[in-house]
């Protein structure tokens, strides 16, 4: 994810960029830049680190002009820095872009350029876009832009500038989002509304394929068969803080409504088009390398450390390799047993957490190859490490984890399935069964999405609870971890997960009238035993909300409410259950008062001991 503005009319356009890329700050802060079309020509100023470092270095020169484009990276090809940082220009310096998306043929398309006499700066997929509209340009920004657009595959918003148009900014959107504010003599271009809100309430919200051509007295519009249109003006009545969170109150519930998308995004590229088995580029672990593996140390903190736990499951059924899973803190300090074939995995949403990224050195120390499952390209843990496997969650602002978890999940199935593949441990139907689970997990988490309502109005009944305990069995256990987190950290409430055998040997003594247990019961070879553990909590006059798979109709005999979750695969149902729990822990929190997005004593990033 990142973010682009672009603005054409009388006034300065460097202030108006950097407002606009401040708004933005939250699709992404890695790197930011502008381009700006001065007397002399466009000028680029770009550079890593914060918009506030941009600020800096425009506070002591800034380019004058009042037509512009800029942007706030999210890294997705090549590591955040000053050169990888967007606009990109062509050779000639003629052309300037700003781009949010991912272009995916943009090796071929580099080649092909390269081939033809152009010169690349960049790592980035971005930088093929200004070469090629070099390559189409015949005197028109529209009609170059309109073919660059037939050559490339992908998502994408873009904000293009011409040195010899100095009057026009043309911007064009696929699978990434993109409006246009509509001003006095003036007018703008934004990946969100939060933007422009300052200029203009009246806007275009673009559709997928439609181009723009903005000047600063007219905006047209054309579709993908380059017909002008008449678009709708959408007045916008919210205000800045709401637009920034897309319309929700907060950002946690925006991003657990992001899942769908964030683990479309996980999955993308990864899964043959025929089910038959993951593909993980990244990995380029040979053969031997894998088969060398004689254990696996996960190690993380927080939520990261429960999405560990399901890897655990998940690695040790699918590929038959011994895990063993340790909280960093634990880890860096209690000599593990740990040599060269020995493949650790750290787990980082911010790939900076302090421990994390001691254990990840710790481990390198004694021999070990590091494998880093991060969401944030360039950090700390994917630098060290041997291998990255991004989760493309995309920036994730509340301290509350949410697509950060569900998207470490998913690589953990990917990386199961890797090795077990490498390993030869699953028959090919095998494989196909959990690939195919995988592909269904996005529309799966729409579907609970769906009830939204259900669960916030019995939750309700609930939020006064002082104590909350979560039991399953197997990677259920493992889930029910993750929703007592949630639930104690933005509510407040005291929560604790058991394995629910376990509860009777100490526990049980806890269970009374006005506790409140949330049951996961969606593994099936343990579904007999999990009843038989609600009916021990039910005879102590708990209330129990049991979560289990569409069809099983018994579970709600013995519970309160049922919330029911598509049915899937035993080791995928993570990826389900989880979901329920975090609308429980969101709208308990809201229902108590609580400060859903900034909960008290915690910050987002622990880079401390
Ligand atoms: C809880 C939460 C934390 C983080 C933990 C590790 O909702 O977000 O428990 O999971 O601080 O952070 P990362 O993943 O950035 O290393």
Request: hydrophobic share 40%; with cysteine; charged share 25%.
């Amino acid at each position: 994810m990142c973010g682009i503005v672009g603005y054409i009319g009388s006034k300065p356009v460097v202030p108006i960029l950097l407002d606009g890329l401040a708004k933005l700050e939250y699709r992404g802060y890695d790197s930011a830049g502008i381009a700006v079309l001065t007397e002399t020509g466009i000028e680029v100023e770009k550079s890593v680190g914060k918009l506030a470092v941009l600020a800096e270095k425009l506070a002591h020169h800034a380019p004058q002009g009042t037509l512009g484009i800029g942007h706030t990276r999210w890294a997705t090809h090549g590591r955040p820095s000053d050169i990888n940082s967007h606009p990109h220009t062509d050779c000639a310096e003629k052309f300037a872009v700003v781009h949010n998306g991912i272009i995916e043929n943009f090796q071929k398309l580099k080649e092909w350029l390269a081939a033809n006499g152009h010169t690349f700066r960049s790592e980035t997929d971005t930088e093929v876009l200004p070469h090629l509209v070099e390559h189409f340009y015949q005197g028109d920004l529209l009609a170059a832009v309109r073919e660059v657009v037939k050559h490339i595959e992908g998502s994408y918003a873009l904000g293009i500038i011409c040195q010899d148009e100095p009057d026009k900014i043309v911007a064009v959107r696929k699978d990434s989002p993109l409006v246009v504010g509509l001003g006095q003599g003036e007018n703008f271009i934004a990946s969100d509304i939060p933007a422009i809100l300052s200029h203009t309430r009246d806007t275009y919200i673009l559709n997928d394929g439609e181009m723009v051509l903005l000047t600063a007295n007219e905006v047209k519009v054309f579709d993908q068969q380059g017909q002008e249109i008449n678009k709708e003006v959408f007045r916008v009545h919210w205000d800045v803080e709401a637009a920034e969170k897309g319309g929700y109150p907060h950002f946690m519930l925006k991003e657990i409504h992001e899942q769908p998308k964030a683990l479309r995004d996980t999955l993308s590229g990864r899964l043959a088009t025929d089910n038959s088995r993951v593909l993980l580029e990244e990995l380029q672990m040979t053969p031997e390398e894998v088969k060398q593996i004689k254990k696996i140390f996960i190690t993380a903190c927080g939520t990261a450390y429960h999405a560990g736990i399901v890897g655990k499951y998940v690695i040790e059924d699918l590929a038959r390799i011994p895990v063993e899973v340790d909280i960093a803190s634990e880890f860096r300090y209690r000599n593990p047993i740990i040599d060269q074939d020995t493949l650790v995995v750290v787990i980082s949403q911010s790939g900076e957490t302090a421990d994390t990224l001691a254990a990840l050195r710790e481990a390198k120390n004694r021999g070990a190859r590091v494998l880093a499952v991060t969401n944030v390209v360039g950090s700390s843990v994917a630098r060290e490490a041997n291998w990255v496997i991004y989760t493309w969650a995309g920036p994730e602002i509340a301290v509350a984890s949410t697509k950060a978890y569900t998207t470490q999940l998913v690589v953990m199935y990917l990386l199961g399935l890797y090795l077990a593949q490498q390993r030869g441990t699953l028959t090919q139907e095998q494989i196909r069964e959990v690939v195919t689970a995988l592909r269904e997990l996005p529309a799966q988490v729409e579907a609970i999405l769906g009830r939204e309502e259900e669960i916030k109005g019995f939750v309700q009944k609930y939020a006064h609870c002082e104590d909350v305990f979560f039991l399953g069995r197997s990677i259920d256990y493992a889930v029910a971890m993750e929703g007592s987190l949630k639930l104690k950290e933005i509510s407040y409430i005291h929560a604790e997960a058991y394995a629910a055998g376990e509860l009777k040997h100490g526990t049980l003594a806890l269970i009374v009238e006005g506790i409140l247990v949330l049951a996961l019961a969606t593994q099936m070879d343990v579904f007999d035993k999990m009843v038989s553990n609600i009916k021990e909590v039910k005879a102590r006059d708990a209330s129990v909300v049991g979560i289990t798979f569409e069809g099983e109709e018994e579970l709600a005999k013995s519970v309160d409410e049922v919330i029911y979750i598509p049915r899937t695969h035993k080791l995928t149902s993570a990826v389900l259950t989880v979901v329920p729990l975090q609308l429980i822990a969101y709208y308990v929190a809201v229902a108590r008062g609580c400060d859903v997005d900034k909960p008290r004593n915690l910050a987002k990033s622990v880079t401390v001991e």
